[in-house]
């Protein structure tokens, strides 16, 4: 059985190629899979599947757990199927749970997602190592809390899960912790649902920059974010936003059917 290894930003994926949507892929095995001892380690798993005429990414975190959407994720999927021979390079549609994203991969291995609008719901308060910081809460089509703050966003102890509202997240929620660095300039870290603290976060960097917008009152705007896997561009538009940034894939194989049976 396949298997492709890429990352964005240094956010990693297990790409699993499934067109015939035969895989049953379980908890357990996408948990081992993403294990960094015992499977191939990874943030998340990419299963590519053939669905109503288009490709469609069926994403999943490292708990197991299904993710409406994955910025990162759509560009490592993008780069995966244009480097598999199954799109040309350029502009094409892909499925996904947060509805059809338009995506543009470039020859220099970057690739620009359509993300979809960022709404920004409200505020709230993300409790994080020991304090309270106030956020706000922006949908991407995955539910976020971005909290820009003057405290050095290094400094910040991610190991324990940020607390937050339950009535307002009542299925959990990703956090993120951002400083404003220089003109137009963002850095930030991430604690995501179902994973922990990641090296990037593709629709974590457009949740930061609208937070970043909302709180000067802007509701339209670009920035590039720093994190801690590199750097991304992020616009955001009166209906859309758009995320530009690295596509790589590390390595290929194949999985052992043994280990793959035993996890069923």
């Not at 059985?1 to 990693?12: C, L, P, R, S, Y």
């Not at 922990?196 to 609208?210: D, N």
Request: contains cysteine; proline residues 5%; charged residues 20%.
């Amino acid at each position: 059985m396949e298997f492709v290894k890429g990352h964005g930003t240094e956010n990693d994926f297990v790409i699993l190629p499934d067109l015939d949507d035969q895989l049953d892929l379980t908890v357990a095995r996408v948990q081992a899979l993403c294990d960094r001892q015992r499977g191939l380690g990874a943030d998340g798993v990419l299963r590519v599947v053939r669905s109503e005429g288009k490709w469609f990414m069926d994403y999943r975190n490292a708990d197991g757990s299904i993710a409406e959407m994955c910025g990162n994720g759509l560009r490592v999927f993008a780069r995966y199927l244009v480097d598999a021979g199954h799109q040309p390079q350029g502009e094409f549609v892909v499925g996904t749970r947060a509805g059809d994203k338009t995506v543009i991969t470039h020859p220099d291995g970057s690739v620009t997602n359509d993300m979809g609008p960022a709404r920004v719901t409200g505020t709230s308060i993300a409790a994080v190592d020991g304090q309270g910081i106030g956020g706000f809460a922006v949908d991407v089509g995955n539910p976020h809390l971005a909290c820009v703050t003057e405290t050095p966003v290094e400094g910040f102890d991610l190991t324990v899960p940020p607390g937050f509202d339950p009535v307002m997240f009542p299925h959990g929620v990703n956090v993120e912790l951002v400083n404003v660095i220089g003109q137009d300039a963002l850095r930030m870290r991430v604690y995501e649902r179902g994973v922990g603290e990641t090296r990037s976060c593709g629709t974590g960097t457009v949740a930061s920059v609208a937070s970043w917008l909302a709180g000067q009152g802007q509701t339209t705007g670009s920035a590039t974010v720093d994190v801690l896997g590199g750097q991304v561009f992020v616009t955001i538009e009166p209906t859309t936003s758009t995320l530009t940034g690295p596509a790589v894939l590390v390595a290929r194989g194949e999985l052992d059917k043994s280990w793959w049976d035993a996890l069923a």
